[in-house]
């Protein structure tokens, strides 16, 4: 099993380049690897602001670029529940029965949404800002990306600038906060091909200490 997503050896490469366009080259790498991915599995707490009103929840995404399923672990009453997103639908699922909630639009429609979306805007979101910060002692990329379809919307993540796992995110919809994403997991059973034959996979403890350090 692969952990992480290999991407630190085309990071350590950017690392030594000199110039200006260092920041932007990082970027562009970043998402280049998110592009490629094709399938992964993601946990993340995540806290939704609603009109003053603030719920959590604990989401697992069984993640792929067209289609990924998001399952409930946390709360209680809620767990198990799952869902299907694409890139234009939600469907809902329990004990075996399916409900078609129809088509979405903006992260601010559902919080099984948000995982999905923070993956798409990762690969393929248009960069608004980027600049480095510091998570809990963990040097950070932060990267502001907007979505065509999704005007208003803006999906920030801090990724280790080490391993580029995601480290935390917030979701602004027309200047509000709506979602804060905290990740604990992400796991991927393959990885671009020119990164993974000539040298070794992320370890496990590798990425828990990414995580275990985030949320100190």
Known sequence: MRK???????????????????EKDLTADLQGQYAALEAATLEAGITCHYDGEIREYTLRCD???EKSVVTVLSPENLAGISATVDKETLTLSY??????A????????????????????????????????????????????????????????????????PLRSEIVVDGNMVFEVAWTRFETAAAPMDTVDSLPPFTEAEEASAYANAEE
Do not use: H
Request: net charge negative.
């Open 95 to 100: 004990d075996d029965i399916s409900l078609d």
């Open 102 to 165: 129809g088509s979405y639009s903006a992260a601010a429609v559902s919080p099984v949404a948000a995982l999905p979306r923070l993956m798409e805007a990762a690969a393929s979101g248009y960069p608004a800002e980027q600049s480095e910060e510091e998570v809990n002692g963990r040097t950070c990329l932060r990267l502001a990306c907007d979505l065509q379809d999704q005007e208003g919307t803006v999906y920030t993540t801090w990724f280790d600038k080490e391993t580029f796992l």
């Open 4 to 22: 992480a997503l290999l991407f630190a050896p085309m990071l350590m490469l950017l690392l030594t380049a000199c110039g200006g366009g260092e």
């Open 63 to 65: 993640y792929a670029p």
